[in-house]
DNA sequence: AATGCGTGCAACCGCGGCAAA
DNA sequence: CTTTGCCGCGGTTGCACGCAT
């Protein structure tokens, strides 16, 4: 069933915005703050519809926005949370102060995915472009991490099996299979490390099955891949290391 | 100088999640 | 429980610009 449109739409502008309605749209925010953008143009006495308003704020207008060419400490840290996160660009931007989804969207798209391929390595996958692809059915969390990222990221692995031996790619993907007949969920110690159970890590702690109880949700400030508030801290999963 | 092509980026579109009614 | 509406996200589009021919 489709949704009404978010505004209407013969009314409104569309295409690039006018220097006049940067300048109305930036007094409205500053005066008023961010919020309820279905009612902000109207306010702001802008014809453009919320979702263009917010856009504009959060991408272009925006005081603490970086703008400017990306360091190669960006670059890198992009590649890295892209093979943690996949297409997650909200995710990758929130750890990328004064950057946002779209820039860094837009960057991956004409840069980074240029200078993977140059690399020989398949920016979806993050894999060498010729390794063959693997015979099992998963789900995606975006891709993998070569070894050396592994290590470098803080992700080495012990193996507890031979066939892990050589510590093959970390691989976040899950396998589509029925359930490995652990009684209960297979819980990664997580109560005294401070970590999820795996439900809580799929972000689905509200699941009946999660057996983390670590308080009604408890808002929990941890989050998928130990992101708080939906903000991936890198140097946490570092420090979850064994 | 004119034209075509490729690239980069701003903006739009459609959908899913979620909360309120 | 269902419906409705807003917000935010990711994918896609289209335009402006620079460069090559």
Same mark, same amino acid.
């Given at each position: 069933m489709g949704r009404s449109p978010c505004c209407e739409k013969a009314h409104t502008n569309k295409g690039a915005w006018t220097k006049e309605e940067d300048d109305r749209l930036i007094a409205h925010i500053q005066a008023h703050?961010?919020?309820c953008w279905r009612s902000l143009p109207k306010a702001a006495g802008l014809l453009r519809c919320g979702k263009s308003c917010r856009l504009r704020w959060i991408n272009y &207008? /925006?005081? $603490?926005l970086k703008r400017g060419n990306f360091t190669d400490e960006e670059d890198e840290l992009i590649i890295k949370l892209h093979s943690l996160l996949g297409n997650k660009w909200s995710l990758i931007a929130g750890r990328l @102060?004064? /950057?946002t989804d779209n820039e860094i969207k837009n960057y991956w798209n004409t840069h980074i995915r240029r200078k993977l391929l140059s690399r020989g390595i398949d920016p979806l996958t993050h894999r060498p472009i010729n390794e063959p692809a693997v015979d099992v059915a998963t789900v995606s969390f975006g891709g993998v991490l070569k070894k050396e990222e592994v290590m470098s990221s803080g992700f080495g692995c012990k193996s507890r099996n031979p066939d892990e031996e050589n510590c @093959? $790619? &970390?691989? &976040?993907e899950l396998r589509i299979s029925p359930p490995h007949h652990h009684p209960s969920p297979p819980v990664v110690d997580s109560r005294e490390r401070g970590m999820l159970c795996f439900y809580c890590s799929l972000g689905l702690e509200k699941s009946k099955e999660c057996s983390c109880s670590s308080g009604s949700g408890n808002g929990s400030s941890d989050d998928f891949l130990g992101m708080k508030n939906g903000v991936l801290d890198y140097r946490n999963l570092e420090m979850k290391r064994d």
């Amino acid at each position: 069933m489709g949704r009404s449109p978010c505004c209407e739409k013969a009314h409104t502008n569309k295409g690039a915005w006018t220097k006049e309605e940067d300048d109305r749209l930036i007094a409205h925010i500053q005066a008023h703050g961010e919020g309820c953008w279905r009612s902000l143009p109207k306010a702001a006495g802008l014809l453009r519809c919320g979702k263009s308003c917010r856009l504009r704020w959060i991408n272009y &207008l /925006r005081p $603490d926005l970086k703008r400017g060419n990306f360091t190669d400490e960006e670059d890198e840290l992009i590649i890295k949370l892209h093979s943690l996160l996949g297409n997650k660009w909200s995710l990758i931007a929130g750890r990328l @102060p004064g /950057r946002t989804d779209n820039e860094i969207k837009n960057y991956w798209n004409t840069h980074i995915r240029r200078k993977l391929l140059s690399r020989g390595i398949d920016p979806l996958t993050h894999r060498p472009i010729n390794e063959p692809a693997v015979d099992v059915a998963t789900v995606s969390f975006g891709g993998v991490l070569k070894k050396e990222e592994v290590m470098s990221s803080g992700f080495g692995c012990k193996s507890r099996n031979p066939d892990e031996e050589n510590c @093959p $790619d &970390l691989n &976040l993907e899950l396998r589509i299979s029925p359930p490995h007949h652990h009684p209960s969920p297979p819980v990664v110690d997580s109560r005294e490390r401070g970590m999820l159970c795996f439900y809580c890590s799929l972000g689905l702690e509200k699941s009946k099955e999660c057996s983390c109880s670590s308080g009604s949700g408890n808002g929990s400030s941890d989050d998928f891949l130990g992101m708080k508030n939906g903000v991936l801290d890198y140097r946490n999963l570092e420090m979850k290391r064994d």
